[in-house]
């Protein structure tokens, strides 16, 4: 029995069970060689001696610091708050809460913070990173590839290079499956418009639009937008004016754009879809709000996190995942008035 007032140690333990120290220390630590038998009177005697296994202690012991850094590395702080920035978020936070991971959020948006950063990372102050890259920025990449611990990324750049272990979605393949939509309704004058180019998500995008089209395709017909705002997709309708009378359909790489497309369209009297088709990306809140309600491609967000998240805890309990290794995340068309 436990003196009172007087925590149990492991010692208490191992008397209690009749073991040594070190089976009740492989024990705790869920090691492999400890005979059933031995565990099952370790339990029993922790239950006895009410001990509290030291996590602080055995963390330290094992160089873990029980803590996962998801690290968000955006140009525009606007980004930081769209709806599939949170929810991937929350996908991350749950799985890794779920293991007994507290996560930490760290935001990459200028030279100092990325230094900050890579200061961090160098000093190994989380067993694990997720790297949710909003942006083909390379600053931070060799700090990544120079740690020891595991490190999963979120997006396949534009020319297709990983170099880390990463989980994005078919995001060139979702834009070429819904402009391949309307192009089958007839509707074959489109207009695009693109995110920022900064965006890896906003480029491949724009090669499924591309490759859709095929040799109909005309830079012309593209607004490259500085960011993935309502406003962007308002200038997008001005710029492209005088095309308007000829369009019969425009394509957005994101739903904030094509709910600016939208509203634009409808100030110079354009009935959307009946004069001109809408389209959107991402099934955001944003496009059950429009007016008439999106059309759009639905990416799982809250699954990408989650599925980053689990990656990340295979690798870190030992399990060898090459570099180059890819985890492409379905779209679907989400049809609605739209288009």
């Known amino acids: 029995m436990n003196t009172p007032g007087k925590k149990a140690t492991i010692r208490d333990v191992a008397r209690l069970a009749g073991v040594s120290y070190g089976t009740v220390s492989r024990y705790l630590n869920g090691s492999a060689h400890v005979s059933g038998d031995a565990?099952?009177?370790?339990?029993?005697?922790?239950?006895?001696?009410?001990?509290?296994?030291?996590?602080?202690?055995?963390?330290?012991?094992?160089?873990?610091?029980?803590?996962?850094?998801?690290?968000?590395?955006?140009?525009?702080?606007?980004?930081?708050?769209?709806?599939?920035?949170?929810?991937?978020?929350?996908?991350?936070?749950?799985?890794?809460?779920?293991?007994?991971?507290?996560?930490?959020?760290?935001?990459?948006?200028?030279?100092?913070?990325?230094?900050?950063?890579?200061?961090?990372?160098?000093?190994?102050?989380?067993d694990g990173y997720l790297l949710f890259s909003l942006s083909n920025d390379t600053s931070l990449e060799q700090t990544f590839l120079d740690t020891q611990r595991p490190v999963v990324g979120s997006e396949i750049n534009e020319s297709n290079q990983v170099k880390f272990p990463t989980v994005d979605f078919t995001n060139e393949e979702g834009q070429r499956s819904i402009t391949q939509y309307l192009l089958n309704r007839g509707r074959t004058e489109l207009l695009y418009v693109c995110g920022p180019g900064y965006s890896p998500s906003s480029l491949n995008r724009l090669r499924g639009f591309r490759a859709a089209l095929g040799e109909q395709y005309h830079d012309e017909n593209v607004y490259y937008a500085d960011d993935w705002e309502i406003t962007s997709g308002e200038m997008a309708v001005i710029a492209f004016q005088s095309k308007l009378d000829?369009?019969?359909?425009?394509?957005?790489?994101?739903?904030?754009?094509?709910?600016?497309?939208?509203?634009?369209?409808?100030?110079?009297?354009?009935?959307?879809?009946?004069?001109?088709?809408?389209?959107?990306?991402?099934?955001?809140?944003?496009?059950?709000l429009a007016n008439p309600k999106l059309t759009t491609v639905r990416q799982d967000s809250e699954l990408h996190g989650m599925?980053?998240?689990?990656?990340?805890?295979?690798?870190?309990?030992?399990?060898?995942?090459?570099?180059?290794?890819?985890?492409?995340?379905?779209?679907?068309?989400?049809?609605?008035?739209s288009a």
Not at 86 to 106: K, W
């Open 246 to 288: 000829t369009a019969d359909g425009i394509i957005c790489a994101n739903d904030n754009i094509a709910v600016g497309v939208i509203n634009q369209l409808n100030r110079l009297g354009y009935r959307v879809p009946e004069d001109i088709a809408v389209t959107g990306f991402d099934d955001s809140p944003m496009a059950m």
């Open 39 to 126: 565990a099952q009177r370790i339990a029993a005697a922790i239950k006895e001696a009410q001990y509290t296994p030291n996590n602080a202690a055995r963390s330290l012991a094992q160089r873990r610091t029980l803590t996962v850094a998801l690290i968000i590395q955006v140009e525009s702080r606007e980004t930081i708050v769209q709806s599939s920035v949170s929810s991937a978020m929350a996908g991350a936070n749950q799985v890794l809460g779920d293991a007994g991971y507290q996560m930490v959020t760290v935001i990459a948006n200028s030279e100092a913070s990325t230094q900050r950063i890579a200061q961090l990372v160098q000093s190994d102050f989380a």
């Open 307 to 337: 599925t980053m998240a689990k990656l990340l805890l295979e690798m870190m309990s030992g399990k060898s995942v090459d570099r180059r290794h890819t985890v492409m995340l379905p779209t679907s068309i989400i049809k609605r008035q």
